[in-house]
């Protein structure tokens, strides 16, 4: 046989295909060896989970409900003994109250009540505490026929400052709101008794020493369009009186005083002496505050 055929040959002949040493797995009867299968642990479920109200509600979170003080100082109660549940005194953390349970905090019968926020323009003369000794009239003659649920003031204001008031039965919003680490910021409308001075503006709006302790004043100008006795300031403190305290510190005397926003509420639609309650976005937004 030539050389010519037996290479026409090698070409055409068939290449015998290797076999792959990797064997094909058939995985219709497949099950893993347990000593070859690396096992995996979930990871924590790191969302709280929604208390049972079937099963209860914590005690501190019953009084908080019940518009009294946020669920933290209610703990500082629990432990000093001031909450007691069908007549026992409860010190325990965590003591979940159950449905017909009778509960008193210091000896007032509590219940729980739907949150309720209602905003109100504070007329003149009238102050900012539930009852008075006096006879003198107290924000709550204004605010007894918003809701059937009793509601609180938060913070206050003095008898002679009109402008926006607060009230709520729900305790840890209020802490919020009262708290000077949350920033939440209230603007005034002063009318003083002389024109203030650019100097003492400039000295109000830096940091200074009153009583001992320092001001933080967030923003002060005058109010535009107006005498130059009307100025706006804007401060975070709830120190009592600040603001007339601030002024006189200076010189001047604050002729009428009032509160035009709080936590970004303002007075728009709601005439001196009367209230409204809060709208849902208006909780949604204090309530990221």
């Given at each position: 046989m030539s050389t010519r055929e037996n290479s026409s040959r090698g070409r055409h002949a068939k290449k015998t295909p290797q076999k792959s040493p990797v064997k094909k797995m058939k995985t219709k009867n497949f099950r893993p060896n347990p000593q070859n299968v690396k096992t995996f642990k979930r990871k924590p479920n790191l969302t709280p989970k929604k208390e049972n109200?079937?099963?209860?509600?914590?005690?501190?979170?019953?009084?908080?409900?019940?518009g009294i003080c946020s669920r933290r100082d209610a703990d500082v109660y629990i432990g000093a003994g001031n909450a007691t549940v069908n007549g026992k005194i409860i010190t325990e953390m965590g003591y979940k109250v159950q449905k017909d349970d009778v509960v008193r905090f210091d000896g007032a019968l509590l219940s729980i009540e739907t949150k309720r926020y209602v905003l109100m323009n504070k007329p003149k003369n009238m102050i900012t505490t539930m009852e008075d000794d006096r006879g003198r009239k107290t924000v709550m003659h204004i605010i007894e026929s918003a809701t059937k649920e009793r509601i609180y003031p938060v913070g206050r204001l003095d008898r002679n400052t009109t402008g926006l008031l607060?009230?709520?039965n729900d305790g840890d919003l209020a802490?919020?709101?009262t708290h000077p680490k949350h920033n939440v910021k209230k603007l005034y409308h002063a009318s003083l008794d002389k024109?203030?001075?650019?100097?003492?503006?400039?000295?109000?709006?830096?940091?200074?020493?009153?009583?001992?302790k320092m001001v933080f004043v967030d923003a002060i100008s005058y109010?535009?369009?107006?005498?130059?006795?009307?100025?706006?300031?804007?401060?975070?403190?709830?120190?009592n009186r600040i603001v007339r305290k601030i002024f006189e510190n200076f010189g001047y005397?604050?002729?009428?005083?009032?509160?035009?926003?709080?936590?970004?509420?303002t007075k728009k639609n709601l005439p001196r002496g009367h209230h409204r309650p809060l709208t849902s976005q208006e909780v949604i937004n204090l309530n990221m505050i």
């Open positions: 109200v079937a099963d209860g509600i914590r005690l501190n979170k019953y009084i908080a409900n019940a607060l009230f709520t802490k919020k709101l024109k203030l001075s650019m100097k003492d503006m400039q000295t109000i709006a830096g940091n200074f020493m009153l009583e001992g109010v535009e369009g107006q005498s130059k006795t009307e100025v706006g300031i804007e401060i975070h403190s709830g120190r005397t604050v002729v009428k005083l009032d509160r035009v926003i709080f936590a970004g509420l």
